[in-house]
């Protein structure tokens, strides 16, 4: 069994919110990313405004490639769920926008 990649983001988000992705799953990663960020983000564990981590920071910390978090978080944006700002960082949008 392999082991599982584990983030927490509480120094981020001012919560404990943890990631767990399973390779062993027929779902790619990035669909593991999107919709525990969903989740989060829908269940109010993520709040409006609160910075997510650079794709860069998220890849290291969870194994994958930088690719598999940036795939993850173009959905969320397209989704009206995240906002992303050259520069500035990657946040979560009000939820009356999504």
Known sequence: MAPESKLDWSARTGGAVQL?????????LYVQIRDQIRE???S???KSGDRLE????LAKCLGVHRTTVSNAYADLEAEGL???TVGRG???SPLDQA
């Open 40 to 42: 989060r983000i829908i």
């Open 54 to 57: 650079p794709s860069r920071e």
């Open 20 to 28: 767990v992705l399973d390779p062993s799953l027929h779902k790619p």
């Open 44 to 46: 109010g564990g993520l």
């Open 82 to 84: 995240i906002q992303g």
């Open 90 to 92: 990657t946040f979560v």
